[in-house]
């Protein structure tokens, strides 16, 4: 089961409202395995210094949950999917650990840490437990260094990149978010823009 | 009609051509459909058209990783591979391991190798860009003093050049400038609204220093004649390292191997790594070679009347460097002893770019494979730079900015989303493409003691950049900043890389085993043809004298082509 930290003084609406982000994060449980399973097999046969190789680093399901809430912050659904949608915490976790440094690993677990202490402190509730607007004015007061300093303002810069990175390299986020050209039958050199007009979802290099 | 593939053949073949790239592909085609019984031989793995393609098509989220390389990859088989630009989880396939291929380099210095080890070589992973060398190119080692003279001229290859344009297709204008002399070509790809406006200006503020669209290796629009090849135009993808379906960009699978192959004159032995030439010298002609199974590490020896060396730049003059003889104790054909020497590669190490205000209402539409070119405007020493000699040309493009620069962007939520998927700002990006001298100590030696897992001695290292290169690099980025002043760019940005960069990162390797008229410093004459060794010819970018500032490729098939003509000849007249 997932455990979630939570203060009795929860109201019960909110606790409907967090089982209900839990529920749709049903990928939690297929993001430990993932996480833990997977990813600490294919580091068994590999071991450097500086990747990840156990899979203790992984992250915990608490954190995880806590992702997926800054994903959806980050990038909500509108008239298209949301980046929580699309399993972005997921596939960041898988990202983090197999193509970056232990660092930026620890970089972003202390993030999503100091994301909930901050919460915790400010607003007596877990980041996953306020609701959007709040959410929404933590990250902002965030990338404006109000309650976090510069450092974990440029660790966020760095996870937000992963989270545009994972969203948009999604079938989902390049291809209704964005225009999608699979097969673009040649080049035109010049075509009109208009309120409609979606950037390119196929790109040269990712 | 004999196997196809068919790596245990025991024929005695009239000619034998050693690699499967764009060179070794000219050379099969070539001398299969002049009737000779040709064997290609190939390092690595057999690659069919189309069915090889395993990645073709897929979008990113088809990679586990989004095609970026996970750590273990990147760190453990291509620590070398992956600095290269082309090199992600949906192209590794096509570059070779470093973990299978180690080499060292001399201490202080660094060259990046990169490789791709399998039917049909680089030709599938290459940039396609495609220009004639001019009579300035030719003669700049003359005019100027640095390095040997080409034995040849313009006159000697422009037939050649239209030969293969005609057969490849080219996409590209006719622009009518003496220093990059035109193309047999197809229709050129499109500018877009900014590329126009930036050519305008340049072309006011800098009328030595046209703007033309970029020409490559890629059917615009493909003929009667290249349908009949089984190709058709390109679809502006730009997935082209991935291999191609259509046909739209020139390999060895998609243009040259077929006609070999309809031949019935040609067998392919794949997974056979060539250790060395067998050389008879009583008659001192090369009799065959000797290849190391890839997998199984077996021996095995293959004979021939002539032998094409098209193996690579470095993997030619690795083959001739190991083929040692009583005459030859220091690499075959190498009596001058400058095999191995004048290593040189492409120097792309200067870039800046700015923000073009306007043209809010205009987008494009397609992957161009290609971009805007400014060919080299410091052709001969009358246009020289006084501090440094030669010169760089420039590529680049306009695009518009996508959801990468959401990273460094404030904003959370909807409306930041929403910003994320309409195009972005106009950018107008330039990078060098720059010469590199030849240099006699930059070199590529065999390696004392240190073996491959085929038992064949490693290549060693040892080249730089030398102050030419800095500070043609320096120049490069100052002159790029002021052209785009000119265009009224803003926030630009230039960069010189080259204290960081190290050669081999253009995979533009030459030299090593030089043309040349005096056999005392060169290893070939005119025609390909080692000085040393009548039936023994090198046609890749190993016979080069210098880089000039052009990609080399178009260049290495006009000469595979010329050296097979010559070569048939002097077979005819019994002098082979």
Redesign the interface.
């Known amino acids: 089961m997932v455990k979630l930290t939570t203060k009795q003084s929860v109201s019960s609406e909110l606790r409907r409202t967090i089982l209900k982000r839990i529920g749709a994060a049903v990928g939690v449980s297929a993001a430990s395995i993932v996480t833990n399973t997977s990813i600490g097999a294919a580091a068994a046969f590999y071991e450097k210094g500086a990747t990840i190789n156990n899979s203790s680093t992984a992250f915990s399901r608490d954190a995880l949950l806590t992702l997926r809430s800054i994903c959806e912050t980050v990038i909500p659904r509108t008239d298209t999917p949301s980046a929580a949608d699309v399993n972005c915490h997921e596939f960041i976790a898988h990202q983090l650990s197999t193509c970056h440094s232990l660092s930026e690993v620890r970089n972003v677990q202390q993030l999503i840490t100091q994301i909930d202490q901050v919460s915790r402190a400010t607003a007596g509730q877990p980041y996953i437990a306020l609701n959007s607007e709040q959410q929404t004015e933590m990250l902002e007061a965030l990338e404006d260094h109000k309650g976090f300093d510069q450092t974990t303002a440029h660790h966020f810069s760095f996870l937000k990149g992963l989270i545009i990175f994972g969203y948009f390299t999604s079938e989902a986020g390049a291809t209704k978010a964005l225009n999608y050209q699979m097969v673009p039958g040649g080049y035109k050199g010049s075509i009109p823009v208009t309120p409609e007009t979606k950037a390119w979802g196929s790109l040269d290099y990712y | 009609m004999s196997e196809l593939f068919n790596k245990n053949t025991r024929e005695e073949f009239d000619v034998l051509v050693v690699g499967s790239g764009i060179t070794g592909g000219w050379a099969a085609k070539e001398f299969t459909e002049r009737g000779f019984k040709t064997l290609m031989v190939e390092r690595g793995r057999k690659v069919e058209h189309r069915k090889d393609y395993p990645t073709e098509?897929k979008?990113?989220?088809l990679f586990?990783?989004?095609?970026?390389?996970?750590?273990?990859l990147r760190?453990?088989e291509y620590p070398v591979q992956s600095t290269c630009?082309a090199f992600?989880d949906a192209t590794k396939h096509f570059f070779g391991s470093d973990k299978d291929y180690p080499y060292s380099n001399e201490e202080g210095t660094k060259f990046n190798w990169i490789r791709g080890n399998q039917l049909g070589g680089k030709s599938l992973t290459w940039h396609r860009q495609s220009y004639r060398m001019s009579d300035f190119d030719l003669n700049a080692n003359k005019a100027d003093g640095h390095g040997n003279d080409w034995p040849i001229r313009y006159a000697d290859l422009a037939p050649w050049y239209s030969y293969v344009e005609k057969h490849v297709g080219i996409s590209g204008n006719k622009d009518g400038l003496v220093q990059l002399p035109d193309s047999d070509s197809l229709p050129p790809?499109?500018?877009?609204?900014v590329?126009?406006h930036v050519a305008d200006k340049f072309a006011h503020h800098y009328p030595d220093r046209p703007m033309i669209m970029g020409r490559c290796a890629h059917l615009s629009q493909a003929t009667p004649e290249h349908m009949s090849h089984g190709r058709i135009?390109?679809?502006?993808?730009?997935?082209c390292q991935k291999g191609c379906s259509f046909g739209a960009y020139f390999s060895t699978q998609s243009s040259t191997l077929p006609f070999a192959m309809a031949t019935g004159k040609l067998t392919i032995a794949t997974d056979s790594v060539v250790h060395s030439l067998i050389y008879d010298e009583v008659t001192n002609r090369v009799k065959g070679v000797r290849v190391i199974d890839s997998e199984d590490l077996t021996e095995r020896e293959y004979f021939a009347s002539v032998v094409f060396l098209c193996a690579s730049t470095i993997g030619t003059t690795q083959i001739m460097l190991n083929s040692v003889s009583k005459r030859f104790p220091n690499g075959i054909a190498n009596s001058s002893g400058v095999l191995g020497h004048y290593l040189m590669d492409h120097n792309y190490n200067a870039s800046a770019g700015g923000l073009v205000e306007g043209f809010?209402?205009?987008?494009?539409?397609?992957?161009?494979p290609t971009g805007i070119y400014i060919p080299n405007f410091q052709y001969e020493p009358s246009r020289y730079k006084k501090h440094y000699v030669r010169g760089y040309a420039m590529g680049g493009s306009a695009s518009?900015g996508?959801?990468?620069s959401?990273?460094?962007r404030?904003?959370?939520?909807?409306d930041?989303?929403?910003s994320?998927?309409?195009?972005?700002d106009w950018y107008f990006g330039m990078y060098a493409q720059g010469e590199m001298l030849p240099r006699f100590e930059n070199q590529v030696a065999l390696h004392p003691t240190k073996k491959d897992k085929w038992g064949i001695p490693q290549l060693h290292f040892n080249i730089t950049w030398s102050d030419n290169e800095r500070l043609m690099m320096e120049d490069c980025a100052q002159e790029c900043e002021a052209m785009l002043k000119t265009v009224g760019a803003q926030n630009i940005q230039s960069n010189v890389s080259i204290y960081d960069g190290v050669p081999g990162q253009a995979i533009h390797e030459l030299g090593t085993a030089r043309m040349g008229r005096d056999k005392k410093n060169s290893v070939l004459n005119g025609f390909n043809q080692t000085h040393d060794i009548p039936n023994l010819f090198v046609t890749d970018g190993a016979s080069y004298c210098s880089t000039a500032t052009v990609n080399p490729s178009l260049t290495f098939m006009a000469l595979t082509v010329r050296a097979v003509d010559y070569c048939v000849k002097e077979m005819v007249q019994r002098r082979i």
Do not use: H
């Not at chain 2, 809010?360 to 161009?368: I, T």
């Not at chain 2, 404030?410 to 909807?414: E, N, S």
């Open positions: 098509g979008g990113p989220w586990s990783e989004r095609t970026k390389v996970s750590n273990v760190e453990e630009y992600n790809f499109e500018m877009n609204s590329e126009k135009s390109c679809q502006a993808r730009n997935e809010d209402d205009e987008y494009y539409s397609g992957r161009r518009r996508n959801w990468k959401g990273q460094y404030k904003g959370i939520g909807a930041f989303k929403d994320l998927t309409k195009p972005g």
